[in-house]
């Protein structure tokens, strides 16, 4: 390795910080972990500490360095990304708590914290232009809402934040000193309309609407008046941080991404077929990242307004290209929880710590043994249907307030009810993925082919599933973490060793395995199940406004 020949990439997700090295070709020469942690003072509230994070990023970084066996000068550019989180500071930049037992350290309201629902139904009910490019509604996953009830819940505290920062820019602010935003995240998680000119993408009329003028005081200086695209550089690491990470002062630090996106960089230039990677073959293709939530990432030349679908946004993602994202929020975490809360999960995980294997291989394989009797491995689940709106609908529905179902439960608490609960959970959440790419191609994408990465694509099962239920293949790249190498790009490009985010995406990506769907039968099969998970919504509906009905003091009540 040559100095400045390395390439490094931090990611921050929802319970741990991770780091990657990578070579000039994209290839991963070491990774360190290390866990952080997250509070829960109430339900619907998760909250985090920006010191704890930090100091796990730092943790992650030196391990990495370790397992590469590579020294901090080695390094030529970093990347961070995180979660699409709020962070507090005050003017010394000192936590400020969003906690309501008011713990200073817990200064984070983290992406998945669903606080403000009513926030967030109040800003939808404005109706404003700028909910547009959000896909019509705000989610109370992104920022104002979270603003908006800090503002009327914690008002000294919100009044003592002199920061507030999205986590992604928070990380690179603590690198560098420097307070510069990403067009990432103030255009996907903050409102910011990217396509207006430089400087004027905070609307004032929007702000003043929902009662937070305020933050565009002094040049919108808490929530941010420098904003920059991917590609671009933040400025260099400052001595402070490059000593707690074990780099070097003067390292090139990029204009941070949220993690989703992260992947999407990583993930939409690997190579497959034989299109160019352009502008005109990109809209072909969809970013899947999968972990405890979902996220589906397209972009096209043009502005395309898909209801329910978070976007357009304007160079958010790929610079110059407007960005599309769907997203479910609760993959990996809803299949966890089905096994979980099982009666039989603690049998079988003592099993699985016996045989040295997971709690999925063993389902995966007592699955297969039950599907020797059937056409097809899916046709288990011909009775057994869910819809995986446990934590709300991200997209395409847009609904929070969804819950899930199930519907063909059995008087059983047999390993192999699990094993059908758990297969019908995975094949949900596909059914949940195609809604998504059948409503993004009905407003002028032309999506055919699926990249993804992400905790749930090492399941065999999920891709399987996946593949056959949205009739894409399922493209895997060569390093399975696109989201630590996304952010790797964005360091090389900063370093000025890539010339642009293309650029390193076409040069540093590569395909590792192609899972092509089966069609014929199990094509037929799936069409079927689709209309049940299309009805189980419509009949979510219907059973609300029945018990609407027999609500005292509404209409037809006894």
């Not at 930049?93 to 009513?118: C, F, G």
């Not at 009329?205 to 565009?216: A, K, P, T, Y």
């Not at 939530?293 to 790929?318: D, K």
């Not at 288990?380 to 519907?407: F, K, Q």
Request: one cysteine or more; glycine letters at 10%.
């Amino acid at each position: 390795m040559t100095r400045a020949s390395l390439y490094l990439g931090v990611d921050v997700g929802t319970a741990s910080a991770r780091a990657g090295v990578f070579d000039a070709h994209g290839e991963l020469c070491g990774m360190g972990v290390e866990p952080t942690l997250i509070f829960r003072p109430r339900e619907d509230f998760a909250q985090q500490s920006s010191e704890d994070i930090w100091r796990a990023v730092c943790v992650a970084v030196r391990r990495a360095l370790s397992e590469a066996g590579a020294q901090g000068d080695q390094v030529g550019g970093i990347g961070f990304d995180a979660t699409c989180s709020l962070v507090a500071l005050d003017e010394q930049d000192r936590p400020v708590s969003v906690s309501p037992d008011a713990d200073a350290a817990q200064n984070v309201i983290l992406w998945l914290d669903h606080r403000a629902l009513a926030e967030a139904a109040e800003i939808n009910a404005t109706g404003h232009d700028v909910l547009k490019y959000v896909g019509g509604a705000i989610s109370p996953e992104m920022e104002m809402p979270k603003l908006l009830w800090l503002a009327r819940h914690l008002p000294q505290q919100f009044r003592a934040a002199y920061r507030f920062f999205d986590l992604p820019d928070f990380l690179s602010y603590r690198a560098t000193g420097c307070d510069v935003r990403s067009l990432c995240t103030t255009v996907c998680k903050w409102t910011y309309l990217g396509h207006e000119p430089r400087g004027a993408g905070w609307s004032r009329s929007f702000f003043d609407g929902i009662g937070l003028g305020e933050l565009l005081a002094d040049d919108a200086r808490r929530i941010g008046s420098d904003v920059r695209a991917l590609g671009e550089r933040v400025g260099a690491l400052q001595e402070s941080a490059a000593r707690e990470l074990g780099l070097t002062a003067g390292t090139a630090v990029a204009v941070s991404v949220i993690d989703a996106h992260a992947g999407g960089i990583g993930l939409l230039g690997t190579p497959y077929g034989d299109a160019r990677l352009d502008a005109d073959s990109l809209p072909a293709r969809l970013a899947l990242i999968g972990g405890t939530s979902s996220c589906h990432m397209a972009v096209s030349p043009e502005a395309r307004f898909v209801p329910g679908i978070w976007g357009p946004y304007y160079s958010a993602m790929i610079p110059g290209l407007w960005l599309t994202e769907g997203g479910q929020s609760a993959t990996g975490a809803l299949i966890d929880h089905v096994l979980e809360s099982h009666a039989r999960y603690a049998e079988l995980k003592v099993d699985a710590e016996r045989a040295n294997t997971t709690v999925y291989a063993l389902l995966n394989q007592r699955l297969a043994e039950l599907a020797r009797t059937e056409p097809f491995p899916a046709a288990l689940t011909r009775d057994l249907h869910v819809l995986p709106d446990h934590h709300g609908n991200r997209s395409p529905r847009a609904d929070p307030s969804l819950r899930g179902m199930i519907c063909g439960l059995k008087l059983s608490a047999s390993v192999d009810a699990l094993a059908l609960e758990y297969l019908a959970t995975i094949q949900a959440i596909a059914h949940g993925t195609r809604h998504i790419i059948d409503t993004m191609n009905a407003h002028g994408y032309a999506i055919s082919t699926v990249v993804a990465t992400g905790g749930d694509c090492k399941n065999p099962l999920f891709l399987r599933e996946h593949a056959d239920i949205t009739g894409c293949p399922i493209v895997l790249p060569r390093v399975a973490d696109a989201v630590l190498l996304g952010s790797a790009m964005l360091g090389a490009v900063a370093s000025g060793d890539q010339r642009s985010v293309l650029d390193a995406m076409a040069t540093m990506s590569g395909v590792a395995s192609v899972v092509e769907p089966c069609g014929g039968e199990v094509a037929r099969f799936h069409r079927a199940k689709h209309e049940v998970f299309l009805r189980m919504h419509g009949d979510q509906l219907a059973y609300r406004a029945a018990m609407q009905r027999g609500l005292p003091g509404t209409r037809g009540s006894a």
